[in-house]
């Protein structure tokens, strides 16, 4: 009696293992992109905490939004970065001011009067955003005045 012994065909192997080369790149792909959605809440998040210390300073100093420099300009803005003028302005209103990070970019608009501003972020283009917001001088104004709250894939904007 001649005894069969039983085993896996070469193919079989193939596809089992190719099948396992698909899931493990799935899983993969959806841990990234988890991770990415993951850091652009903690950036909007950080985007609401500059906002209401935004309100708290306003509350405090008459209802006025920090004004950091003299220039006449209609809107102006600075990159919140650490040291900057308005790191130094937040700072009793706020534990630990966000600042930009090279991933995200943290900017402070406000026109000259201190009635209005907004800060935003967007993302790097290191971390594969444009880089920009589409805040030059002629649409800047309309969106502290309009927007509440608007966003996109790279921007994301907290206006008072």
């Not at 596809?15 to 990234?32: E, F, H």
């Not at 003299?70 to 600042?99: A, C, F, M, R």
């Not at 283009?125 to 589409?134: A, D, P, V, W």
């Amino acid at each position: 009696m001649k005894k069969t012994i039983r085993a896996f065909t070469i193919v079989e192997l193939l596809v089992v293992i190719v099948i396992i080369g698909i899931l493990a790149t799935i899983v993969t792909l959806n841990l990234t992109s988890s991770r990415l959605r993951a850091s652009d809440r903690k950036a909007i998040a950080n985007v609401n905490l500059l906002s209401g210390a935004l309100d708290q300073y306003s509350i405090s100093n008459g209802r006025k939004y920090p004004v950091l420099t003299s220039s006449p300009s209609t809107l102006n803005s600075e990159q919140i970065i650490s040291g900057s003028s308005l790191v130094n302005k937040l700072k009793d209103y706020i534990d630990q001011v966000p600042v930009s990070d090279g991933k995200y970019n943290y900017v402070y608009l406000y026109n000259q009067t201190g009635s209005k501003a907004a800060i935003l972020f967007e993302k790097a283009q290191s971390s594969g955003g444009t880089g920009i917001c589409n805040y030059d001088a002629s649409t800047a104004p309309q969106l502290v005045k309009e927007y509440k709250q608007a966003g996109n894939d790279v921007c994301y904007y907290s206006s008072k």
